[in-house]
């Protein structure tokens, strides 16, 4: 994010405080705190403690707390009190956010040939080209499988043809690569080499087949990914990671190597020593060429609220480099290979102060101005509180 991007937003959010319509539009993330500052020299590494044997059941064991008591519902003040209550980079980890769980799932589901609807529940044919993931790097192997199904028996189908193909800003760009699909456990298969097809691509491929499921009745099944070349890849985590608690928050420092200067988004997701999921957060920030120390903060307040102490396991590290007005407008890192152990915590050692900043002490102040005036705040519709 370039300095005239950054300056404009700044703008955006001065205006966002003279209209309470517009505080609403911004209400699921209002407060944006500034990116901490890159660390260039992390604090003192401490060795990583082994993973330590599960504990009994109970709190620390690792069973999230319960979430704080929501606000009335007619309180406008209180929900969005409630709503900040956390910083903006750093919030809970439900077991059902499976955007976050598994950063790189696929989401694809069998879609029915709709030529057999007409042939009742067990006559009807579903079909799905899927992979593992969505995001890979140069080097990878891609393996694309076809299942077709008719209930829970596979259906045998001919492949009339199989492509990969990389797509630009404007469509489609080189040539066509050939797929060979062989049957692999009832379905049929096919590897793609990203190394050989699209070596120095960037962006997405799409892999195209056609292939017969009945004597004369054939059907298209397309899937997309997408691919950042080996030369591409800004930066590394080294797992030369630490931890600490500064302000009364959980600060993981962790280590990457800097391939790229640039602005940086970088994602964590905390756990108890059980495995239960806890929290997620995130750095974003500039970056400096080199080894060192990025610092992702879980804030205290909300460790607090689970009722979870130290010590913990981070998971699911990744990110990107951002780049403004280029297409695509971020060079991806490989998601980290290793996992860090924190050391133990105790609860007390969290702050239980709710997250402050001036945008939010005014967002706050009009909001009272507006029920002091009798003017209906509606809150937004399904928020989760």
Known sequence: MGPRLRRVLGGLAVVALVAVVLALALWPRAGDAPAPPPASAGPEEAPDPVPPPVAAAGPAAGAAGAAPPPPPPDDPVAAYRARTRYAPDSGRLHPGAVDLLEPNRRYETPRPIQATLERGPGGVVRYQLVADHYYYTGDDVVTASLQVRRGDEIVPVVIRRAVAVAEGASGEVGEERSLTFRLRDGDLS??????AAFPEHHGPIQILT??????????????????TPVGGVPAGFSGRDGDRVHQGSLVVDVGVDVLRAGFYRIDANLFSQAGAPLAFASFKGELAAGPQQVPIEFFGLLLLDL???????????RGYLFRDGAHPDRLRMRDAAHTHWTRSYPLAGFSDEEYASEHKTRMIELLEADVAAGISVPLPSGADL
Do not use: Q
């Open 190 to 195: 096919a590897d793609l080499d990203l190394a």
């Open 210 to 227: 056609e292939f017969e499921w009945e004597p004369g009745a054939s059907e298209e099944a397309t899937l997309r990914l997408f691919t």
């Open 307 to 317: 009722g979870v102490p130290g010590p913990y396991e981070v998971r699911n590290l």
